[in-house]
């Protein structure tokens, strides 16, 4: 068995201050050096919830990986589990590796769902867009963020924890950013998993307002010019897109919309999520530039054959949206498929 039992507190007396209950000790994992990943700091922040922290020479400094076990993963030594890999939106200020749970509230859902397998929930930058940057960023550094999450994270949770390691078995999705790269890596990766979930992704980087967006999140912190000097240290932040994706001819290797014939032939399902822009708090710029971007894609998608699961309505580019997606794409996923979409948009779009 992997985890170790937790140590109580004990209380001395009434009268005396409490000692404090050491920290659960942290799992031994087969193979934590591995597959080019080095661990820094295990943490098990509760029975299910693990806080890695690994070293890689894909990436210029320590990365996060957040790791949601099913219950009675510990007890049930014998059980294999799917793998589902949630991925974080874009954003040098809001985004990282625990939005998906402090923000997102996913293990809640998971377990609300009904999902049983392995929810894997790694630090993607700021602004990584999930690629091996082209050019270096404004330190002159060059992160790898495909090399990390497909050359090294994957086979190092499969060597780790006990997954079905095949296609039929792993799924991803992600938000914003996110989405974006859960379609992407599928595309250029379709041996790898069978099931796509893009919550007010960025399908069609092509687009010049899609561009216009990404550039801003790229060169600036979060929108807010910053000196030259906070630039050398700022985090996956670069003068231009084109310093993250190459050229712009060498985008469509990596463009969702460009990729949408290779889903179908890996028998590669998806559910995308979107929303107008417009609900009762007003308009917002980055959910419809999303929704006319999945509308798009969904008809794309429609044309080549794929029976893809579209859910869209009112609604705008925050969590509360997010989280209704991320529920109805985990009983999706679970084979539980709800009759309508969240958030009340009714029946999905044919």
């Known amino acids: 068995m992997f985890r ?16 404090p209950a050491p920290a659960s000790a942290a799992p ?18 509760n029975e299910r919830l693990l806080d890695v922290v690994v070293q890689t020479d894909a990436i210029f400094q320590p990365v996060h990986v957040k790791i949601y076990l099913p219950a009675g993963y510990w007890t049930d030594t014998g059980q294999r589990y799917s793998t589902l890999y949630l991925m974080h939106g874009g954003g040098s200020v809001v985004d990282n590796a625990s939005s998906w749970i402090e923000e997102g509230n996913a293990p809640a859902i998971v377990d609300q769902a009904g999902y049983s397998g392995i929810v894997v929930m790694p630090e993607a930058g700021k602004a990584g867009w999930f690629t091996d940057w082209a050019g270096p ?20 949770i499969d060597a780790n924890f006990r997954t ?36 007010s992704g960025d ?20 929108g807010t010019a910053i ?17 993250v994706f190459g050229p712009f001819p060498a985008w469509g290797a990596h463009n969702p919309f460009d990729l949408a014939g290779r889903y179908r032939p890996n028998g590669i399902q998806i ?12 308009f917002d710029f980055f959910e419809s530039l999303a929704k006319s971007q999945a509308d798009a894609m969904h008809f794309r998608l429609r ?5 893809d699961r579209y859910c869209a309505g009112s609604g705008a580019h925050v969590w509360a949206y997010w989280q209704a997606d991320l529920a109805d794409f985990l009983q999706w996923l679970s084979g539980a498929t709800p009759s309508s979409c969240p958030s009340g948009w009714g029946q999905p779009q044919a």
């Open 4 to 19: 170790a039992a937790f140590v109580t507190m004990t209380v001395l007396t009434a009268a005396l201050v409490a000692t």
């Open 28 to 45: 031994v994992l087969p193979a934590p050096n591995s597959h080019g990943l080095t661990v820094q700091q295990l943490t098990e922040v």
């Open 137 to 156: 960023d404004f330190g002159g550094r060059q992160p790898k963020w495909e090399a990390f999450h497909i050359g090294q994270l994957l086979p190092w």
């Open 164 to 199: 079905v390691a095949d296609g039929a078995h792993r799924a991803i999705a992600g938000l914003s950013m996110g989405g974006f790269g859960a379609l992407s890596y599928a595309a250029r990766h379709p041996d790898l998993f069978s099931r796509v979930g893009s919550l």
């Open 203 to 222: 399908t069609n980087i092509a687009l010049l307002p899609a561009q216009a967006v990404m550039r801003t999140f790229v060169s600036t912190e979060y």
């Open 227 to 243: 000196t030259n000097s906070q630039k050398q240290v700022q985090s996956y932040l670069a003068p231009d897109i084109q310093d």
């Open 271 to 282: 559910a995308m999520y979107a929303g107008t822009g417009f609900d009762s708090t007003g």
């Open 303 to 307: 044309l080549l054959g794929n029976s």
